[in-house]
Every structure is written in structure tokens, then in C-alpha cells.
């Protein structure tokens, strides 16, 4: 629900329990009054502190009131070089050479529905949502900025995206455009984010705000496997079940910043949006920036409703038809079982094994194209390597398909290898400036996406492969940070906008491909997880979440990126052992089990199984068709934190109705007198009664929620349980 009153200037967002407040005041500067659990609608300004401050200047309009002053009040969208000396949110540098900008309202709308953002993703839908669009204005020059505003009261969603309009007569260059500006009338808050590396994704880390700016950020062009757009800042003391929490997530696949400053009165601003460093947008009179949508959610009560809400909004609102709650199919993919090295009957062989135990999808991985032996050649030449697969894609999909499978089919569409006919035919098609060799990365050059003809070319080039067979599932692929960054069609003084516009590229080539293949299902990769963010997940319901498939690693891997991406998007397999990341043997069942907490599949020879394995592969495909909705449509619960300790790690989902539940518990290392197992179980329904895998004991809903539920001591390394409970009927 959204309040406009007009006496005050307030404007009050509601959604179910939180509550966003506003204000335009007598200067015209918005300033942001409250963010928090839900409140009346009642004017919050009397929170505002007005102390004349050395050092802090009185803006123009002021009357050089010594107690006004942007350095000390909290903005709504903070401005630059007239007084706040803060984080800013927008910085343009001015016709005349200036840095300044000073935003005051102008007018507003509220209507139905939620906005929605050319070229960007963005969270969707008419029903549940309201829009608010607040316009501020440079008295000065002819700078605009459009705030949007999406409320989503279901969900306790909020939504942000800023469109910075030039109404002057000459141009101007945007130099800094965030999406995202939020000031707390407090500094005791921690800030948490999520943080790694290649094959060491998204490991929580947590720690109290000190005085200055903090931030983490991508320059890689990607949102990168080293930090995520998704930050929290919560109460000093919150917890998975209590304590006051704001999560904010970018959507936003390429250079990002997260930043939080602690400012000298203790107070805080956080600040998400495109990097400014490379980043530098001509805007000619009249033209318009739109700068990416971020999602907030606030908790007033922990950790796990943020995430919940997250979950349900981008399962709900972000990731789009057909594959919004729809089961993905089982899958088993070559790549760890064979890499380069594979012709026809052996993927048909890893097929027919699959499909023997229950799998739905075959997904034949690199190197059917081209001169791709390794991984030094080829990107770019998306004709199939007809050595390895004689008739191609005609010749081989119909053998997957007798089987019963799907065909899936990885790509990697941004990049081009040297040692290419694309290279060879187009060598200013890859990113980099003249007269200076590139960097390479995995021997591989990136493509200008910033350019129509060079996406042009691609697109066509992998129709022709989508459209030569039966193509139900394509794995996009990214293979290297950007370097280089540098057009040929752009001129010099706009090279600040390759980076961006070689993002708005590879969203418009995954908006084609949603378009002209409905059915089709993607799956963003990027190395692993290096792009593995909430834009994306707007084109791809599903991402691959790490090229470590060691299910211990991944046990905090996974857990680090479900505080906010839901469990349905994560891609997750059980690959062979001793795994080819860490050298370790997680027994099978193990690696099921973690598999389990994604969208799961296999990802390696299942011919080389034991018989007796492969009736564990084939209990688990079963279990895992059986508890799929459950999985990935009801509610994840942490029960235990890995990133403090791995002696033994637990999570559960539960059915939105409360009646069913899977508890999966997975032990570290082996260690003499391990301590006694017992987990308090969470989400269930008090009132209910429950039974475990079947059994006869009947177990008070109550009880295993505030008693817990013990373990029989689990001796051996890297053990797993899983336990399903069902409600019994009264
Ligand atoms: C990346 C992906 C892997 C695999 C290889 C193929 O590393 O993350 O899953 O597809 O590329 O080259």
C-alpha cells in the first residue's frame, strides 16, 4: 500500500510488516525518514536532527540556515558536490566541466502494477504490486532523475531502479548511477556479504560496521565468483530467528558495488548499483540511463524470513514461464565423466546409463564444436565438429531421445578463441584496444557485446544449432573475467560505456533466446558460479553454482548462496570421486543428499559404478522426483552454520502447508567422541503430528520443534542422513 500526504510530503510504503517512509521537504530534497518493521502512517520526520554541524555546509535555498545541511540529514538518493559528503548515489559531470548535481522534488505518480525496466531485468507481475515514481530536478542544469519504486505487500518486497534523464541542451556524461541508496539513523549494525572465489564461492562474512566506507565489488565484468550483489545489514545480535535484518540484492550481472559507510554522526548509508570505476555515460540532450533494479527485503524478526521472502519473490516474480514452479529435469552432463575426449556412442553410453536410472536430460558439455579438442581453440565456431559426431545434431539428438532423455547443449556465446574461423574473418569483433595485444583468459579473447552485428552473428549462429534438433536445455557459458575493454564502435570519450553496454548485450541476446524458444530451458554458468546473480536468474531459472562438485566444499558453497538465491535455482550434481577439485571420497550417498539441496543431476560416468552404486543412483533419482516440490517450492531452513563449524551440517525444507518436511544432515571429517546430534527442527506446525520415513512412532509437531530430534552417534567421514516427515492425519 502506498500513502501520499500531501501536507506533510510524506510518503509511506507498506507492505505486510515492513514499512518505507519519505519526504519532500520545504527545500524540495527528499529525505529518506524510515525503513523498518511495519508502523502507521503518521508523519516520522520528528526523527530528523537538525544541529548546526562544523563543517557541514547549508545548500543553496537554505537561506544559510547553519542547522540545514545535506552532510547530516538522510537523502533518498544522495547528490554530489553540493554539500554531502557522504557515499553519493548519482554523479554527473556537468556541460561546463563541474561535478555538481542537486536533485529536488518535482512531481510524482503512484499507479497499479510494478514498473518495468527496457533491456534489464526486472521483477514482474500486475497483481500484488504498486509503483511509485518520484521525479527530482537539478534546478541548475537539466538533469532529472526518475526514482522508482515497486512494493510488492505479499512478499515485503521493495523494489528500486533510477532513470537519469538529460533535459538540458548539451550533453553531460553520467560518471556515477547508482540504484540504490539507503541511509539508517544508526551505525550498530553488522554488515554481511558473500565472498570467495573460482571454486570457492559466496563464503559468508560477517563483521560490525566501522567507521568509513566498506564495500565489496565486481570489476570483471561479471558480478564475479569474488563478491555477490547481495548484501545484508542486520542487527549486531540477529540470528537466524530474530533480530532486525536488510537484505539487498543488485540485479545486476557485471560490474557491481556494494557499499556501506559509517558516517561521523553514526549513522549509515548503503549504496548498490553499476561500479563508477570505468564507468562513464555520455547522455546527449533528451536521452535517458536507466540504471538496474535492486531488490530489498527487510526482517524484523532474523535471517531465515529474509530469505524465505527472497525465495518466494524471485521464484515467483523474477524467474519467468515456463519454468516459474516447474520440476527441471534430472540431468546427467559429460563434462567431469569425459571433457574433450568423446564421440558419439560414448556420450550415447553415458545417456543410456542415465536414463536406465531415472534421468530425464542428457546434456552434452564442451567441445562438440568447431577445432575444440581443448580448451585453447574454437570459441565462436558453433558448427559441430563432425569428426566427433558424424551427422551432426541431426544424427545424434533422435539416439538421446529413444532413450527417453531430453537433449540439452552447453554454449559459450561471448566468447571467441584466437584460433577460430569467427577470429580469423572479424579480429576487431573481440574486446580490445588497437595497437595493444590483448590479455587472454582460459586462451580465450571476449567478444564486443556491446556491438548488434557481432551479437547479430552469434545469435544466428546458434539458432542454427538450436533449430537442427530437438534442443529442450542450453547451458550458457562464461569463461573469463573481461579485460581489454575497449570498442571499436565507439568513439574515445565513450569508452566508459563498454562495460555496461556489453551487459545490456548479453541480456539482449537472453531475452532473444527466451522469445524465439519458449520451451527452452537455460542455465547461466560462469565458470562455475561467477555470474550467478539476480538478474541473470530473471533469464536463466537456473545457474550452475560452482565448478567444485566436492559435496563437502559445496556444503557452504550452497548454503552461502541460498541466503538469497532460492534452492530451485542452484545448480547442483553428484560427480565421481575422489573429486577433481579437492581429491576427496564423499561417499555417494553423501553427495546425494547435497545434490539434493539444488536442482540435481549427475555429472560424471555412471559405467564405471559399482552395481551397487548405481542402486543408491537410482534411490536417489526416485527420492529426489518424489521430494522435488518440496524442495523447491517450500521454505529452506539453516539448522546449523557452516562457515562456523563443519563437525556436522543441517537444513530442511518444508512444505508450505507445514505437513511435509526433509531433514538432511551431513557430518565433516571424522573425529573420536563426536558430540551428541540433537536438531531443533524448524517451520513445523506446533499442532501437528508427525511420522519420520514411514515409521511407526508418532512424533509431537511442538516437541521436535523445541525438544529437537536426536541422532544415533554417526561414526566414518562425511556421513549423511536424510529423514522425511509427513503430518499424520488426525
Ligand atoms: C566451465 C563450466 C564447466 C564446464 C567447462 C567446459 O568451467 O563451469 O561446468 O562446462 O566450462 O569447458
Redesign the pocket.
Known sequence: MMIYDSKSGTFTLHTRRTTYQMQADGHGVLLHLYYGPRVGDGDLSYLLQYTDRGFSPNPSGSGADRIYSLDTLPQEYSTCGVGDYRLASAEVEQPDGSLLLDLRYASHEIRPGKYALEGLPAFFGREGWETLSILLRDPCSGIEAELLYGVCEEDDLITRAVRLTNRGDRPAALCRAMSLCLDFNRADLDLVTFDGGHVKERNLNRAALRPGVQSVGSLRGTSSHQHNPFVILCEQDAGEDHGLCYGAALLYSGNFLAAAERSQFDDTRLVMGIHPHHFRWTLAPGECFTAPEAALVCSPDGLTPMTHRFHRAIRQRLIRDPYQGKRRPVLINN?EATEFRFDADKLVSIAREGAELGMELFVM??GWFGTRDD?CGGLGDWDVNEKKLPGGLEALVPRIQALGMGFGL?IEPEMVSERSELYRAHPDWALGAPGRPQAQGRSQLVLDFSRQEVRDHVYAAICRVLDSADVSYI?W?M?RSLSDVWSAALPAGRQGEVYHRYMLGVYDLLERLHRDYPGLLTEG?S??GGRFDAGMLYYTPQI?CS?NTDAIDRLRIQCGTAFCYPVSAIGAHVSAVPNGQTRRAAPMETRGVVAMCGTFGYEMDLGRCTAEEKETVRAQVRTFKDRAALISQGDYYRLTDPFRDLTYTAWQHVSRDRREALVSLVTGSARAALPFIVLRLKGLDPALRYRIDGGERIYDGAALLHAGLSFPLIAGDYQARQLYLRAVEA
Do not use: A, R
Request: glycine share 16%; aromatic share 24%; charged share 45%.
Open positions: 563434462w558439455d564442451d580448451d552447453w547451458k557459458d569463461n554458468c565458470g562455475g550452475w565448478d
